[in-house]
């Protein structure tokens, strides 16, 4: 069977090729939507951490019978707070800040009193770099002490 021959099998250049543009087309439509899902997901994040911190320190001021503080840090919210027992250097938990996101707040710390309530209500816009409202979160959290999330901007 020396003069028989067999088809070759595979995939042309040619083909790879189409392939590849169509794969190179695909990833560019792809692209903005996969960095506008990652946006929201840091925002989710950052807005979720921070509610854990206010739960924190509202479950421990009525478990210890102490006011526990919700303190930001010395560059503000968005690069990280602190939660602490009010009166001593007893740091409960302490959070960075989230690369890509805002956090302003109304004020520049928060104390929860023995019986789990906020000496203020406190309003903290979660906002990504890109300014994009719909894409914010608002976490609130009213006298009771208890926080709240919402989307959008406060």
Do not use: H
């Not at 595979?10 to 996969?34: C, D, K, Q, R, S």
């Not at 989710?44 to 739960?55: G, I, Q, W």
């Not at 960075?96 to 816009?125: C, M």
């Amino acid at each position: 069977m020396l003069g028989v021959s067999q088809p070759m099998r595979g995939y042309t250049l040619l083909e790879l090729l189409v392939t590849l543009a169509i794969v190179a087309i695909l990833a560019t439509l792809a692209a903005p939507a996969f960095n506008n899902l990652i946006e929201t997901q840091r925002v989710r994040s950052a807005s979720n951490t921070l509610v854990n911190s206010l739960n924190l320190a509202r479950s421990e001021s009525v478990t210890r019978n102490a006011t526990i503080k919700l303190e930001k840090a010395a560059a503000g919210w968005s690069a990280g707070w602190t939660v602490s027992i009010d009166g001593t250097a007893t740091v409960l938990r302490s959070e960075d800040g989230v690369n890509g996101i805002s956090i302003t707040g109304s004020a520049n710390s928060l104390n929860y009193t023995p019986d789990g309530r906020s000496n203020a209500t406190v309003e903290f816009d979660v906002v990504p770099d890109s300014g994009e409202a719909s894409r914010s979160r608002c976490v609130s959290v009213s006298l009771s002490g208890k926080p709240r999330v919402r989307e959008g901007e406060c």
